[in-house]
Structures are given as structure tokens and as C-alpha cells.
């Protein structure tokens, strides 16, 4: 069984940063794709950014791109979101998630595991 456990989350002014990160547990996590997805009060669940298995290759969502960086360590079994420039309206939920293959993907369907994500409010 994966676990996934998010942790950076919290309170800051409109301007700053934040850095988010995922650790999962079990030895297969370099072989998966990760990625952020963030859900606000009221809202559906949305992809923020996606890294694939090696790390070699991202994806934004164009809400946050060149704000926003993922990245992972392998040999940690953690998965990283630095947030830059942070907005009142990235205020939100922020979930880790383990994708079903090795390419990243930005759909919440192709994802298999969740972590039971960090709260990020950015006030103004």
C-alpha cells in the first residue's frame, strides 16, 4: 500500500513563497509520475503541475507557470512544490498524488493515490 503525506502548508502574505513536499512510502516511487493537484472551498479538484518518473520532464498549469516549480528526490521518496509569487486565489487544499504510469499526466483520473493534502492560504 502507498502512503502519501504532504506537509509546507500554511499562512503567508500575497508575495511570498511556500515549499510543499510529499513523502511516500514503498520502494516503486521512482517508477511513477507525480503531481500537485489543489482544491478551493466551494471548487473542484485542479491540476497545478506534474513531473514524470525521472524528473526529467514537467507540466504547468498555465495558472501558475513560472511561479510555481516541481521537482523530486528519488532517493528520498518525496516529490517537492516550491510556490513563488504566491496570489490570494492560490489559496486552497494542496494534494500530492501518485500517477497510474510513468509520463506525466495532468487528468485526476490517471492518478491512483492521494495524500489527505495541506492547506495554503495566501492573504492579500
Known amino acids: 500500500q502507498v502512503q502519501l503525506v504532504e506537509s509546507g502548508g500554511g499562512l503567508v502574505q500575497a508575495g511570498g513563497s511556500l515549499r510543499l513536499s510529499c513523502a511516500a512510502s514503498?520502494?516503486?516511487?521512482?517508477?511513477?509520475?507525480m503531481g500537485w493537484f489543489r482544491q478551493a472551498p466551494g471548487k473542484e479538484r485542479e491540476f497545478v503541475a506534474t513531473?514524470?518518473?525521472?524528473?526529467?520532464?514537467?507540466y504547468y498549469a498555465e495558472s501558475v507557470k513560472g511561479r510555481f516549480t516541481i521537482s523530486r528526490d528519488n532517493g528520498k521518496n518525496t516529490v517537492y512544490l516550491q510556490m513563488n509569487s504566491l496570489k490570494p486565489e492560490d489559496t486552497a487544499v494542496y494534494y500530492c498524488?501518485?500517477?497510474?504510469?510513468?509520463?506525466?499526466?495532468?487528468?485526476?483520473?490517471?492518478?491512483?493515490?492521494w495524500g489527505q493534502g495541506t492547506q495554503v492560504t495566501v492573504s492579500s
Open positions: 498524488a501518485r500517477a497510474k504510469g510513468n509520463s506525466y499526466r495532468v487528468s485526476v483520473t490517471q492518478y491512483d493515490y
Open positions: 514503498g520502494r516503486t516511487f521512482s517508477s511513477y509520475a
Open positions: 513531473i514524470s518518473w525521472s524528473g526529467s520532464s514537467t
